[in-house]
């Protein structure tokens, strides 16, 4: 199961992966190799060639982790924050920190000076456009602003002069500056409405049910044994000319075979299509919002970030050094981004010395073996952002509602050993919710060793008594339950094996289930969450949860425990610890952060000896450098994700 993405929408991968590009453009021939670094990334064979597409949008939710989605973004735009190293929210488009009022939701940032690429000046203007585009749909429904509801955050936001804009929130929330000002990537006005002209200009005379019509007809292609792709793309393709938009490239949807895959194209016609349909049926910011998909700077972005976009050729996009970067010019003259769908596509090229940087997909982790030993490559390694846990559920009644049993199974465990084990090394150990390179994180954890024997008092000491085949058993209740675990995740299925062979040493009888993911698991998401088939609620289940870039997390608090009144929502395991809520609330409520750090610290403390799951591990990023790969002015930082952060400072060194 997989936590927020089966539960909640929330922040996930967006898709700004790449970028956006007028059909038929051509990247220019190559420099001298030393003025370009060239970045390998792989996609999976249903993930079209991303170079139409670059903006707040979030096209494809959940690309393989290890695809870096954000890199053509950060490449392009800015926010009025970036994430540094320890995923701290640090001034980019602001010019200093953004202050906070008394009042702790009226927050002022000042601009940097400086210019997008097209030469126009970013102004106060621009930010808050930008920012009230995501606030025309409060209802989440598209999300088209980087998968967040900006609605439920912010309450307005304005332009007090050229160079400051003021936003109002709709309460205290730190998350804001930590997250929201770091991930809103700041558009040109001018430039999205200059793109949005050509729909209003043909809006009258548009019928938004034939867009509608149209996707719905491609969408019913889907359902049939043998799709007409070609039809109802020529159909879809021909509506969008009607508002004024180009068809789809189709050289963005070529095959793992080179071919096109005319199916794929439709699909994403069928969103766009959409996407005027809704714009059509709306007036003011709203229609811009809707159509924001569609409209024609999503394939020629315009940023104010440290490369302009110069075009793409098939599988390659070029980016050249913005000399007007507020920043500084990139060291680096120009940046390639070429796409593999097989990623020994990328080894080779990084044996060969064509790539520079090559993140390792994670679903081929076993290529970071052939890279190791070449002599001009070096691996950062960091720990990905989802990780898994064994969840209890917590309520009255339950097994492991008692603390004594929680702390047992983490005794009876060597949760190193196990989790190499399981993931052939690839794994991170975790003994918190919070990444060990975030500036929140307490590094005094406790780290519990195998002991056996502590484990046992731990249970007899709740009352259990050792039965006559080694199981505990209290009031005729065996200590026994039953953990259930997606049946498609073979890592998961090994490492609880191996879970419930060693609590047996303690007198647990702990039983791994492997369950389908449709009729076991997916009723689980739902208050009194009893897995399909079953009678009653789960006592154990594996979950996959993740990280988010700031410490906040929702789980841990009692306000979002599940109920009758409130099925479905983050807290399923019935956690309720009146000094985690209160942490929690004020983390959220102060901009401070060395008070924010402490506020988290000491909540990782009381998780840790609260024991409400079984934290088990985050898996293991592998990207490889070129050995010259480098900053002009320090070390890379390769055991963080964000080691890029300052992408106008990557050079390749002499050697």
Known sequence: ???????????????????????????????????????????????????FTISNMRAVPFLPPGARPELASQLVYNGLYRLDASMEAVPDLAAEPCVVAADAVTISCRLVETTFHDGSPLTADDVAFTYELGLQDPACLREPFSGLCLGSQIESVVALDDRTVQFRLVKPDATFLSVTLATVMIESRAVVEDAFAAIAERAPQLDAAKFVRAADDIDAQFELAEPDCLASLEAGAALLASAGVEPLPAHQFHGPDGSIDH?????????????????????????????????????????????????????RALFEAFDGYHHGRPATRQIELRIHRDPVEGVEAMRTGELHWFPIPLF???LRFQLDDL?????????????????YNLRDGMLFADRDLRRAVELCIDKPATVDAATDGGGEVLYGPISPISWAYE???????????????????????????????????????????????????EFFDLVSAQTRACGMELTVVPADRETALAPLEEYPHVPGGYDRPFEAMSLGWIQEFDPHDPLWHSRS??????????????????????????????????????????????IADESPVLFGWADRVHEALDTRLGMVDGELELTSRFWPWQLEKLVLLDE
């Open 443 to 493: 590094t005094d954890l406790p780290r519990p060793a195998r002991d056996v024997a502590a484990a046992r008092g731990l249970i007899e000491g709740a009352g259990w008594t050792e039965g006559p085949d080694g199981v505990y058993v209290r009031n005729g209740r065996r200590l026994s339950a039953e953990i259930f675990v997606n049946a498609s995740d073979s890592q998961r299925i």
């Open 1 to 51: 199961m997989s936590g927020r993405r089966a539960f909640w929408r929330v922040l996930v991968c967006m898709v700004a992966v790449l970028v956006g590009v007028a059909p038929g453009t051509s990247a220019q021939p190559s420099p001298d190799p030393a003025e370009r670094i060239v970045v390998g990334i792989t996609l999976p064979t249903w993930v079209p060639l991303p170079f």
């Open 263 to 315: 199916c794929m194209q439709a699909q994403w016609t069928a969103i766009l299509l959409r996407a005027i349909g809704a714009s059509l049926g709306a007036t003011g910011l709203a229609a811009i919002a809707a159509a924001y998909q569609a409209l024609s700077f999503n394939r020629a972005p315009i940023g104010t970030g440290p490369y302009r976009f110069l075009g793409a050729d098939g599988p």
């Open 364 to 366: 081929a982790p076993e």
């Open 375 to 391: 002599p001009n490559v070096r691996i950062a390694t960091f720990a990905e952002r989802a990780y898994v846990m064994l969840a």
């Open 561 to 606: 425990m599940t109920s009758a009144e409130n099925p479905v929502d983050f807290n399923f395991m019935g956690f309720s610890d009146p000094r985690v809520d209160e942490l929690i609330d004020q983390g959220l409520a102060t901009s401070d952060q060395r008070e924010r750090a402490r506020i988290y610290r000491e909540l990782q403390r009381i």
